[in-house]
């Protein structure tokens, strides 16, 4: 099973500010949605709760969610007490790629199990209160790079990017 991880960052490693996104770019929820759509999903559970209730659990997956509270409640969801268990069921569950899907704490966890990143690479330093954990890309190889120019729609541009665990 494919481990991966799937990300939008900034320049600055950004990837949250009050358990928000702090950009709109319609394309990489697309994107997103597209890569994940029929996949097991990890997440912590502050981001299901920044999930806007009506999306929950997000369609089209299985959700699992680690979080440490004994009596947190996520319909539809599985609930897992580590990044182990989770990504043993998903591996019960005869998944072929799992994804990573935040937030920081729980990509920490994931990164060393990890065998591709999808990251929206966002080109500008915005504020936040949520990273992405730092890497050292000498032990990723990109696989592909598709360009998004800013536009009506899309305050920065922004590339996709798929890295490879060398």
Known sequence: MMISLIAALTKNRVIGKNNDLPWHLPDDMKYFMQATKAHHVIMGRKNYESIPEKFRPLPNRTNIVVTRQKDFLAPGCILVNN????????????????????????????????????????????????????????????????????????????????????
């Open 83 to 166: 990044m182990e268990d989770g990504i043993a069921m998903a591996r019960a569950g005869g998944e072929t790629q799992l994804f990573i899907i935040g937030g920081s704490e729980i990509y920490d966890l994931a990164m060393p199990h990890a065998d591709l990143l999808y990251l929206t690479e966002i080109d500008t330093t915005l504020e936040g209160d949520t990273y992405f954990p730092a890497f050292d890309k000498s032990e990723w190889n990109e696989r592909s790079r598709t360009h998004h120019e800013a536009d009506a729609r899309h305050a920065y541009p922004f590339d996709f990017v798929v890295y490879q665990k060398s």
